[in-house]
């Protein structure tokens, strides 16, 4: 357990007050049940080894889905003044831009019922999965590149999905400025293969539906409706992406050396943002940042598919539609009120989601005057929540909140306490279906490996970052 003391703020705000080399204070999104299990591992240490970093502006910040990761925490978010701050790949972490696809159809839960086992092993049949999954898109080279540039437009123009779903997703699906010459051999290698796959761990593709409506507005904009059938799509750039971080992180260790730049924790190796190796982090980020908008793009396309031929139905009676795509795991600049005036800062999230409010530029025209949409995934078990960003978010934590559950307990652990069970059939007689690769990411993904959801969306609420729309609950999920 970390010996860090923290001062209550309010009822949803924690700081780790200003010591040492510690250039801002440290604070922690959480209500007062949430804290023990918080403390109970080095990730409000973390927090606090963040603020040691050069330029970061007004404090490092920690959302209620707070735990231990590479570096910065999971669920970690700070901003660096663009001329003298530094950008660090702890603080994006290594799987680039893993982010969460939500996806309604014009069916209801009565339609889909009684063709669930066949839906789900028709998914697990289109959607590649698990350790290394290769998926039957293979690119060459060129064509990889190609992708790395132009993300998820790439695969619209190859006949994966409709121009309209890029209207729906985080940076219309590609991020400008993606530079493929300083990205590794071996990055490329690894990511020609995996274009379309789900992967492993906490990745996964889940049939669900609207079980409750929090904001009827909110969710009659969104297109939202009690028991209409959705799908959550969670997965990142996969091997490319780990590659890039990988790769960097190498370089950035040398930067440190370089450039004077001292750490409390070696992991937050970083260099000046305005740095050559800065640049080049920022354009192979950017790379896989489109590696992963492309990658989910396809497998959208793929469960459109799956859909189809499992309920025999035409695509317009489907009608699976984008309703919002977020990234959680990014680094990107933009324009913040720091002491009352616009100022360009380069925000890192590492498990954490833009929550910008209704009016800010970014936000699709049609959710203009509701906010943008926020995913937020749960466990297989229980339930996931769509929300929207609010005006607490851009006066306090540089238009974020969180971006899940966040682990209570180590896959490890998670074994251990599913060993001699069967969670497929626990699941099963709940009425969830599940299918997956192997036993073991299923035994690692119990509910019980995970905090309450609902517990961090309320405190996300209290503390003003983001408004509940809706919760979705599974009906059925497939997993590497």
């Known amino acids: 357990?970390?010996?860090?003391?923290?001062?209550?703020?309010?009822?949803?705000?924690?700081?780790?007050?200003?010591?040492?080399?510690?250039?801002?204070?440290?604070?922690?999104?959480?209500?007062?049940?949430?804290?023990?299990?918080?403390?109970?591992?080095?990730?409000?240490?973390?927090?606090?080894?963040?603020?040691?970093?050069?330029?970061i502006v007004n404090y490092s910040m920690a959302m209620p889905d707070i735990h231990w990761g590479y570096g910065f925490p999971i669920g970690g978010v700070a901003a660096f003044d663009v001329k003298n701050g530094v950008i660090s790949p702890?603080?994006?972490?290594?799987?680039?831009?893993?982010?969460?696809?939500?996806?309604?159809?014009?069916?209801?839960?009565?339609?889909?019922?009684?063709?669930?086992?066949?839906?789900?092993?028709?998914?697990?049949?289109?959607?590649?999965?698990?350790?290394?999954?290769?998926?039957?898109?293979?690119?060459?080279?060129?064509?990889?590149?190609?992708?790395?540039?132009?993300g998820a437009r790439w695969a619209v123009k190859n006949g994966y999905g409709a121009e309209n779903d890029l209207e729906y997703i985080e940076e219309h699906g590609r991020m400008h400025g993606a530079n493929p010459s300083v990205v590794s051999k071996k990055a490329l290698e690894r990511g020609r293969s995996q274009l379309g796959?789900?992967?492993?761990?906490?990745?996964?593709?889940?049939?669900?539906?609207?079980?409750?409506?929090?904001?009827?507005?909110?969710?009659?904009?969104?297109?939202?409706?009690?028991?209409?059938?959705?799908?959550?799509?969670?997965?990142?750039?996969?091997?490319?992406?780990?590659?890039?971080?990988?790769?960097?992180?190498?370089?950035?260790?040398?930067?440190?050396?370089?450039?004077?730049?001292?750490?409390?924790?070696?992991?937050?190796?970083?260099?000046?943002?305005?740095?050559?190796?800065?640049?080049?982090?920022?354009?192979?980020?950017?790379?896989?940042?489109?590696?992963?908008?492309?990658?989910?793009?396809?497998?959208?396309?793929w469960t459109r598919e799956a859909f189809e031929e499992a309920l025999k139905l035409s695509p317009n009676d489907v009608g699976l539609r984008v309703v919002y795509e977020v990234a959680h795991n990014i680094a990107k600049f933009e324009t913040h009120k720091v002491n009352g005036k616009d100022k360009e800062v380069c925000v890192h999230r590492k498990g954490a989601t833009r929550a910008f409010a209704p009016g800010v530029k970014g936000i699709p025209d049609a959710y203009n005057k509701i906010g943008q949409p926020v995913l937020i995934p749960g466990d297989m078990g229980r339930y996931s929540y769509v929300l929207?960003?609010?005006?607490?978010?851009m006066e306090n934590t540089f238009g974020s909140t969180c971006h899940g559950a966040g682990r209570a307990m180590s896959r490890r652990k998670a074994?251990?306490?599913?060993?001699?069970?069967?969670?497929?059939?626990?699941?099963?007689?709940?009425?969830?279906?599940?299918?997956?690769?192997?036993?073991?990411?299923?035994?690692?993904?119990?509910?019980?490996a995970y905090k309450d959801v609902s517990n961090v969306v309320d405190a996300c609420q209290l503390a003003g970052i983001s408004r509940k729309v809706a919760q979705l609950k599974p009906l059925g999920c497939i997993k590497g």
């Open 1 to 55: 357990m970390t010996d860090i003391k923290m001062k209550k703020v309010s009822d949803y705000l924690w700081e780790i007050p200003k010591h040492g080399n510690m250039r801002v204070p440290a604070r922690i999104y959480a209500t007062e049940t949430m804290v023990k299990d918080i403390l109970s591992d080095n990730a409000p240490e973390q927090a606090a080894n963040v603020a040691h970093l050069p330029g």
């Open 388 to 393: 929207v960003g609010a005006e607490g978010a």
């Open 415 to 448: 074994k251990k306490i599913a060993k001699g069970r069967s969670i497929v059939r626990e699941l099963e007689d709940r009425g969830i279906y599940v299918k997956a690769s192997s036993r073991r990411t299923v035994d690692e993904e119990i509910s019980e």
């Open 197 to 301: 796959t789900l992967g492993s761990g906490n990745h996964f593709l889940e049939v669900g539906y609207v079980s409750e409506i929090y904001d009827n507005e909110a969710a009659r904009v969104l297109g939202l409706e009690l028991d209409q059938v959705t799908v959550i799509i969670h997965c990142g750039s996969r091997g490319f992406g780990y590659q890039v971080c990988d790769d960097y992180i190498g370089v950035m260790n040398k930067a440190v050396q370089k450039y004077g730049i001292e750490l409390p924790d070696r992991q937050l190796c970083c260099a000046p943002i305005n740095s050559p190796e800065g640049q080049e982090y920022l354009d192979a980020m950017r790379c896989a940042i489109n590696y992963a908008f492309a990658n989910r793009q396809v497998i959208g396309a």
């Open 90 to 150: 702890g603080g994006v972490g290594y799987d680039i831009n893993c982010g969460v696809r939500l996806m309604a159809s014009k069916l209801s839960k009565d339609d889909v019922l009684p063709k669930i086992r066949e839906l789900v092993t028709s998914l697990f049949q289109h959607v590649p999965t698990g350790v290394g999954a290769k998926g039957e898109l293979r690119v060459s080279q060129g064509v990889e590149k190609k992708v790395l540039v132009d």
